[in-house]
T-cell receptor, first 109, second 114 residues
Framework: AQRVTQPEKLLSVFKGAPVELKCNYSYSGSPELFWYVQYSRQRLQLLLRHISRESIKGFTADLNKGETSFHLKKPFAQEEDSAMYYCALPRASNYQLIWGAGTKLIIKP | DAGVTQSPTHLIKTRGQQVTLRCSPISGHKSVSWYQQVLGQGPQFIFQYYEKEERGRGNFPDRFSARQFPNYSSELNVNALLLGDSALYLC?????????????FGPGTRLTVL
């Protein structure tokens, strides 16, 4: 079964430290993965997607098919990065996005 | 454009009742998806509609139904409410049929079943 796992419910790091939010998936085929973010009192919004291979707000994510991972990384965390982060996997067969449980990122000053 | 709008913001119902949640997509978006988000979990897909037709359905009982109107707005209906239906219900719109299109989310409707 297709599944997305975010093993950390909470991640707390100091400002300026590197951040890595973990996402593991199970999928047969070539996956397309997304990271969505929800800042406090804001809506869920797309942060970045695998296919774009871009850096958004300093975040990058590399698809590692061998390890079936799509970890989100940022070299130097900023306080405004504090938010809930969700990894999501599209299942084209029924137009469904499969979501991880989310990781709450807290950046300490 | 105010983005995706949902109504009501909050709702309290008792077990066995029925509820209707409403969603208006971003202007020009023809696809609407519904998700249920229970506290501490990620969103769970319920339905996707495109051009008034159901395109996808998640693993939810038949008590859950939805429809899309000619103006692309959508309603989610839940019958015979259970305590476990208490959750945040999210609506998302996108510009195309593909699940790979970016989805734009509304603020959600918080449903409490007593």
């Amino acid at each position: 079964a297709q599944r997305v796992t975010q093993p950390e419910k909470l991640l707390s790091v100091f400002k300026g430290a590197p951040v890595e939010l973990k996402c593991n998936y199970s999928y047969s085929g070539s996956p397309e993965l997304f990271w969505y973010v929800q800042y406090s009192r804001q809506r869920l919004q797309l942060l970045l997607r695998h296919i774009s291979r871009e850096s958004i707000k300093g975040f990058t994510a590399d698809l590692n098919k061998g390890e079936t991972s799509f970890h989100l990384k940022k070299p130097f965390a900023q306080e405004e990065d504090s938010a809930m982060y969700y990894c999501a996997l599209p299942r084209a067969s029924n137009y469904q996005l499969i979501w991880g449980a989310g990781t709450k990122l807290i950046i300490k000053p | 454009d105010a983005g995706v709008t949902q109504s009501p913001t909050h709702l309290i119902k008792t077990r066995g009742q029925q509820v209707t949640l409403r969603c208006s997509p971003i202007s020009g978006h023809k696809s609407v998806s519904w998700y249920q988000q229970v506290l501490g979990q990620g969103p769970q897909f319920i339905f996707q509609y495109y051009e008034k037709e159901e395109r996808g359905r998640g693993n939810f009982p038949d008590r859950f139904s939805a429809r899309q109107f000619p103006n692309y707005s959508s309603e989610l209906n839940v019958n015979a409410l259970l305590l476990g239906d208490s959750a945040l219900y999210l609506c998302a719109s996108s510009g195309g049929t593909s699940v790979y299109n970016e989805q734009f989310f509304g603020p959600g409707t918080r449903l409490t079943v007593l």
